[in-house]
């Protein structure tokens, strides 16, 4: 059309050069564009009585968004068939595992200890976590649905996030509990009491969701023009703000700020409780002192090491040129990390594995039935 239009300019100019002014003006009736049969509101009506409220109710509607749509891999629809199993397949490895591992640590006294009772509830948020989104993934990749609604949309949203910071906010209370096992084992029991471990689980809990409360609310208050279509398998907060059609500097702001409080604050102290702990270790004499004592720490710094690693490599790695590996990248961190939990805690850890064979044979549970 534009091009039409330039040629035809082109030829009004020709006209007038040659045959004068007539022939131009026929030319120049031909770029008239037809006015549209509406017209927009005039300016009194729109402020007139009531022509405010119009306006506002017509924007309203325009850009109201009741579901969002999730693209997930929809043009590589046979390896969403793959995904579909394999990720099936972790998400029950991970309730299993993570259930079982918070079930034996409720039943068996010898894990009622502050490092067990902390590390229930990192089993808890990998739960919980994974619930949030995995089952309506998995249903999105069978295309049955790729719809989320809004309200489903907001809290699948403010889960991750919260139980994001709070796994953060764990791991470094775990750290510290290490810390205090292994360089003031005779004020263990002083240090690390019943209700100073429910103070920091709640502390750390409170933090996650409240961090997450601002990040919604930052977000759920920007216009999106109707804009509904989410590029990802799920609601995850920088795909959102993809869709908004308004100024996110101060989202982006916040949302920094946040990370470097939450996840690197976090690391350091981590990282300082193990320097600590490797100086006590050092120091034993025997090697087989140094090896209990470097026991009682390895499943925790493992668990940090994959859960800090695996962001590193998602953040930190150069752009892939294709947007599917980025999103398949974020899926596994979201998946598969949670499901190793259990498994790195029983493999590596004595009371853990004492436990569930005395479930498997019985004798746990009916210990526990005897109370009653």
Same mark, same amino acid.
């Given at each position: 059309? $534009?091009?039409?239009?330039?040629?035809?300019?082109?030829? $009004?100019?020709?006209?007038?050069?040659?045959?004068?002014?007539?022939?131009?003006?026929?030319?120049?009736?031909?770029?008239?564009?037809?006015?549209?049969?509406?017209?927009?509101?005039?300016?009194?009506?729109?402020?007139?009585?009531g022509?405010?409220?119009?306006?506002?109710?017509?924007?309203?509607?325009?850009?109201?968004?009741?579901?969002?749509? #999730?693209?997930? =891999?929809?043009?590589?629809?046979?390896?969403?068939?793959?995904?579909?199993?394999?990720? #099936?397949?972790?998400?029950?490895?991970?309730? !299993?595992?993570?259930?079982?591992?918070?079930?034996?640590?409720?039943?068996?006294?010898?894990?009622?200890?502050?490092?067990?009772?902390?590390?229930?509830?990192?089993?808890?948020?990998?739960?919980?976590?994974?619930?949030?989104?995995?089952?309506?993934? #998995?249903?999105?990749?069978?295309?049955?649905?790729?719809?989320?609604?809004?309200?489903?949309?907001?809290?699948?949203?403010?889960?991750?996030?919260?139980?994001?910071?709070?796994?953060?906010?764990? !791991?470094?209370v775990? $750290?510290?509990?290490r810390?205090? $096992?292994?360089?003031?084992?005779?004020?263990?029991?002083?240090?690390?009491?019943?209700?100073?471990?429910?103070?920091?689980?709640?502390?750390?809990?409170?933090?996650?969701?409240?961090?997450? =409360?601002?990040?919604?609310?930052?977000?759920?208050?920007?216009?999106?023009?109707?804009?509904?279509?989410?590029?990802?398998?799920f609601?995850?907060?920088?795909?959102?703000?993809?869709?908004?059609?308004?100024?996110?500097?101060?989202?982006?702001l916040?949302?920094?700020?946040?990370?470097?409080?939450l996840?690197?604050?976090?690391?350091?102290?981590?990282?300082?409780?193990y320097?600590?702990? =490797?100086?006590?270790?050092?120091?034993?004499?025997?090697?087989?002192?140094?090896a209990?004592?470097?026991?009682?720490?390895?499943?925790?710094?493992?668990?940090?090491?994959?859960?800090?690693?695996?962001?590193?490599?998602?953040?930190?790695?150069?752009?892939?040129?294709?947007?599917?590996?980025?999103?398949i990248?974020?899926?596994?961190?979201?998946?598969?990390?949670?499901?190793?939990?259990?498994?790195?805690?029983?493999?590596?850890?004595?009371?853990?594995?004492?436990?569930?064979?005395?479930?498997?044979?019985?004798?746990?549970?009916?210990?526990k039935?005897?109370?009653?």
């Amino acid at each position: 059309m $534009a091009a039409e239009r330039t040629s035809c300019r082109s030829k $009004a100019h020709l006209s007038l050069s040659t045959d004068g002014g007539t022939k131009f003006q026929r030319e120049a009736e031909m770029l008239r564009i037809p006015r549209p049969s509406h017209s927009f509101p005039s300016q009194p009506e729109l402020c007139g009585p009531g022509g405010k409220r119009r306006k506002e109710m017509n924007w309203a509607n325009h850009t109201a968004v009741t579901e969002y749509i #999730l693209l997930g =891999l929809q043009e590589h629809h046979s390896l969403e068939i793959v995904l579909f199993v394999l990720c #099936l397949g972790i998400y029950c490895t991970t309730l !299993l595992g993570n259930s079982l591992l918070v079930g034996l640590i409720v039943l068996d006294p010898r894990l009622h200890t502050p490092m067990y009772f902390f590390l229930s509830h990192l089993s808890l948020i990998d739960i919980c976590g994974t619930t949030s989104f995995i089952p309506l993934m #998995l249903i999105n990749f069978l295309d049955v649905q790729r719809t989320i609604s809004f309200p489903g949309c907001a809290l699948q949203m403010y889960i991750t996030l919260a139980l994001g910071a709070t796994e953060c906010l764990l !791991l470094a209370v775990m $750290a510290y509990d290490r810390y205090v $096992a292994i360089c003031q084992p005779l004020r263990y029991s002083e240090l690390m009491n019943g209700p100073l471990c429910v103070r920091m689980a709640v502390v750390s809990w409170g933090t996650g969701f409240a961090n997450s =409360l601002l990040h919604s609310i930052l977000v759920w208050r920007l216009p999106f023009c109707g804009h509904n279509v989410i590029n990802h398998f799920f609601c995850e907060i920088l795909a959102v703000l993809k869709l908004a059609c308004g100024d996110i500097s101060l989202n982006a702001l916040i949302l920094m700020v946040a990370t470097a409080v939450l996840t690197m604050t976090p690391l350091l102290l981590i990282c300082l409780s193990y320097m600590f702990i =490797l100086a006590a270790i050092f120091r034993v004499p025997s090697t087989a002192g140094r090896a209990k004592a470097f026991s009682t720490c390895s499943a925790h710094l493992t668990v940090v090491v994959i859960f800090y690693g695996t962001i590193s490599f998602m953040y930190l790695k150069p752009k892939a040129k294709d947007p599917s590996v980025d999103k398949i990248i974020t899926l596994f961190y979201g998946i598969v990390t949670p499901s190793l939990n259990p498994f790195i805690y029983s493999l590596r850890n004595m009371e853990v594995r004492a436990a569930v064979t005395a479930l498997l044979g019985g004798g746990l549970l009916a210990r526990k039935m005897s109370h009653f």
